[in-house]
C-alpha cells in the first residue's frame, strides 16, 4: 500500500485546539465537554448522524458561532485574541457552496482573490482543470450543482491558507471530482495544511494521518 507519509504531525505544535466545547440548539444539547485538536498534516473527519451537530460544531471551530462552553485556541493562544491571524489562515467552506450565483465563476475568483484569500494564479487554466472549461463566463445560477459545487471548490487550489474545514466538500461531485478532491487533500497534508471536514461519504483517502471524531445524536 502506498501510504502518504507526513512528518508534520509529531513535532508540529497545535493549530487549532477546543476544550470543553459545548453547544445547545433549540434547547437541545448537540454535543458536550466535546474537545480535539488539530496539528499540521492531520485530517480530522468529523462523523454524526443528520442533526446532530457536525455543521453547528465546524461553524464554531472557524470562528464563526461561539460555543455555549468551552475554550479554543489558535497556535495555544486564546482564538478570540487571534481572530484575525487565524481568519488569515482558515479556509472556510460551508454546506452552502459559498459562491456568488448571479456571478460568473472568475468573478468569484476575482471575488474571493479581493478579499485576499487567493493567490494569484491563471483562473482560467484552474477552472479548465476542475473541468469547467468553456463555463468561466456563465452566471453560476446557470451551472448544475455539482459545477457549482466545482466552482466553490476552486479556492483550494489557489488559497495559501493552512487550515481547511470544509462542510459537506464532496455534494454534488461525480466520483472523479470527488477522486481529484481527495488527492488535492493528501497534497496539501503533506505540505503541512490541516483538514477538518464532515462528510457522509466514506473517505478512501490513503493517508495515515486520518482521524473521526463522531457526534452522538442526542435528544
Ligand atoms: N441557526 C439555528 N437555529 C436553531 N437551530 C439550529 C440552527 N442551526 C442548526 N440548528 C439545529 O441544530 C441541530 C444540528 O444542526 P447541524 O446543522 O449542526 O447538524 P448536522 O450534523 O450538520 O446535520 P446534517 O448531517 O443534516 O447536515 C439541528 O437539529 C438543527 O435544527
Known amino acids: ?7 508534520f504531525a509529531v513535532t508540529a505544535p497545535v493549530l487549532l485546539s477546543a476544550q470543553g ?20 498534516g492531520e485530517l480530522l473527519q468529523i462523523k454524526g448522524k443528520n442533526g446532530a451537530g457536525k455543521s453547528s460544531l465546524l461553524r464554531i471551530l472557524a470562528g464563526l458561532a461561539r460555543p455555549d462552553e468551552g475554550e479554543l485556541a489558535y497556535l495555544t493562544q486564546p482564538l478570540s485574541t487571534q481572530l484575525a491571524d487565524y481568519a488569515a489562515n482558515l479556509c472556510f467552506i460551508g454546506h452552502q457552496s459559498g459562491i456568488h450565483e448571479q456571478l460568473t465563476a472568475l468573478e ?21 482543470a476542475l473541468g ?3 463555463l468561466e463566463d456563465i452566471p453560476c445560477k446557470m451551472l448544475s450543482a455539482g459545477q457549482q459545487r466545482r466552482v466553490s471548490l476552486a479556492r483550494l487550489w489557489a488559497t495559501n491558507a493552512q487550515i481547511w ?13 470527488i477522486s481529484s478532491l481527495q488527492q488535492h487533500f493528501i497534497q496539501h497534508l503533506t505540505q503541512g495544511g490541516a483538514i477538518i471536514l464532515t462528510t457522509h461519504q466514506p473517505l478512501t483517502l ?8 463522531e457526534i452522538q445524536y442526542r435528544w
Open 1 to 7: 500500500m502506498n501510504i502518504a507519509q507526513s512528518t
Open 21 to 40: 466545547l459545548s453547544c445547545v440548539k433549540q434547547d437541545r444539547v448537540l454535543f458536550e465537554q466535546l474537545s480535539l485538536q488539530l496539528k499540521p
Open 108 to 128: 468569484n475568483m476575482q471575488f474571493w482573490r479581493a478579499a485576499a484569500e487567493l493567490r494569484a494564479v491563471d483562473d482560467y487554466a484552474l477552472l479548465a
Open 132 to 134: 469547467l472549461a468553456g
Open 165 to 177: 474545514i470544509l462542510d459537506e466538500p464532496f455534494t454534488a461531485l461525480d466520483q472523479s471530482a
Open 206 to 213: 490513503d493517508y495515515h494521518a486520518l482521524h473521526a471524531l
